[in-house]
């Protein structure tokens, strides 16, 4: 008689067998035209719980929000928007959003609108009741009072909120073998007051210590750290959809662990993961709102360009309209230096 144990080691065994041919399938030139279809089939028959699991350990609701409620066919089609979170909290320092980035995503175009916000921006903290640095916000209230903030700032509403600790970044980068990055000069930190490190130039691909390096950078402007970050977040998506390795993603998640946080429940992320895997490669479009610094009260800030932030809410409107044409989204490139 086959005890319990040897029955699961020998279904996990199969479970092995199938993914190992199904991913020989994908490597297989004879089966390129089928392979969305064939990754998708093994998110699903093996992959697809396991993930939801690891989700569910990511889930947080904000504070006295409502869960929302999710329609998958409505959320793979309509417009949503998203606050993207870059924390970066070291061993005695509190938690601030080295990046927020106001995402709008268009499922059914494929398209995905990133519009950053540099961290010394001058504005009003909702909650807080003064003006501050707005990655200050997540400093004071955490996520809730970051997104409230960032809604008031760019007059519109933030479906979800998406936040990643950097303590994470280096074990996914690693995890997927590297980013590329275009690093055409080294970079070196050196300023006495901050960590030391250099970012060796012209590396083909670039590991998880680099990486976390190249957008920790600080011996440059605010907004050059901005567009930094946009740069690391595009090569990374490129490097996953890639790699099409969907047998990483539980590994993937697992490493994000508590490094990750969301209100988008873990039901939607895996929809709209399956619609990417067999859908166009989803084309991302970046504009920062750029400024000018100075200083109040002996403090740097950054006052944002009127014109920069007024074109950033217009676009967010054109994206987040389900009425607006595909070939009719405003983009960066239409932005009038006049």
């Not at 609108?113 to 504005?123: A, E, F």
């Amino acid at each position: 008689m086959i005890s319990r144990s040897e029955r699961k080691r020998k279904k996990k065994g199969w479970r092995v067998l199938v993914i190992t041919l199904l991913v020989l399938l994908l490597a297989g030139g004879g089966a390129y035209a089928y392979r969305e279809q064939l990754a998708l089939t093994a998110f699903d028959l093996f992959l697809s719980g396991s993930v939801e699991k690891q989700l569910e350990k990511s889930y947080a609701p904000l504070e006295n929000e409502e869960p929302k409620k999710v329609d998958v066919k409505t959320e793979q089609t309509e417009p949503f928007t998203a606050l993207l979170l870059g924390v970066d909290q070291r061993d005695n320092e509190p938690a601030r959003s080295d990046t927020m980035i106001y995402a709008v995503v268009r499922p059914e175009d494929s398209k995905v609108l990133l519009v950053s916000i540099p961290r010394d921006t001058y504005v009003d903290i909702i909650g807080k009741d003064d003006k501050d640095k707005i990655n200050h916000a997540y400093a004071y209230g955490g996520a809730k009072m970051a997104k409230d903030t960032v809604e008031s700032y760019m007059g519109h509403p933030v479906d979800y909120y998406a936040a990643i600790n950097f303590n994470g970044l280096k074990e996914v980068v690693d995890a997927v073998g590297g980013v590329e990055l275009p690093i055409t000069k080294d970079i070196v930190n050196k300023q006495k007051d901050h960590e030391k490190f250099t970012i060796k130039a012209n590396q083909p691909l670039y590991g998880g210590v680099d990486a976390l390096n190249y957008v920790r950078y600080r011996e440059d402007s605010d907004f050059e750290r901005t567009k930094r970050h946009q740069v690391f977040l595009n090569a990374f998506v490129d490097r996953v959809l890639k790699l099409n390795q969907v047998s990483k993603i539980p590994k993937l998640m697992d490493i994000m662990g508590e490094n990750f946080k969301t209100d988008m429940q873990p039901s939607m992320i895996i929809d709209l993961s399956k619609q990417l895997l067999i859908g166009e490669r989803p084309q991302i479009s970046s504009f920062t709102i750029m400024g000018k610094g100075t200083r109040i009260g002996g403090v740097y800030y950054d006052l944002a360009d009127e014109q920069d932030l007024a074109f950033a809410k217009q676009m967010i409107e054109s994206w987040w309209s389900p009425d607006t044409a595909k070939d009719q989204l405003l983009v960066p490139e239409s932005r009038s230096k006049d």
